[in-house]
């Protein structure tokens, strides 16, 4: 069956970074656009950033352009998100999701907490 298992969250000073890391198992990986997905307490889950199915196209919301970074291996069957200087507001927990036609996927999210 279809699996998208995130880790890497947790618990990081504003400033800080995290790697935050989606394994894919049960679907074609490399046929598929991936994306992390981030929902805060009483908000709207918004989109993080996104990557084509080979890598070779990245897209930013405004709010992580400049201090994240998307990225993927498709031997590895995993995306990354990597974070950097972190901010308060950037506390939420962070899904992955696949998407391929109309085949969407969702994984059960990790929770990064910024604070000091």
């Known amino acids: 069956q279809v699996q998208l298992v995130e880790s890497g969250g947790g618990l990081v000073q504003p400033g800080g970074s995290l790697r935050l890391s989606c394994a894919a198992s049960g679907f074609t990986f490399s046929m598929y656009a991936m994306s992390w997905y981030r929902q805060a307490p009483g908000k709207e889950r918004d989109l993080v950033a996104s990557?084509?199915?080979?890598?070779?196209?990245?897209n930013y919301a405004d709010s992580s352009r400049g201090r994240f970074t998307i990225s993927r291996d498709n031997a590895k069957n995993t995306v990354y998100l990597q974070m950097n200087s972190l901010k308060p507001e950037d506390t939420a927990v962070y899904y992955c999701h696949a998407r391929r036609a109309i085949n969407r996927y969702w994984g059960q999210g990790t929770q990064v907490t910024v604070s000091s």
């Open positions: 990557i084509s199915s080979t890598g070779g196209s990245t």
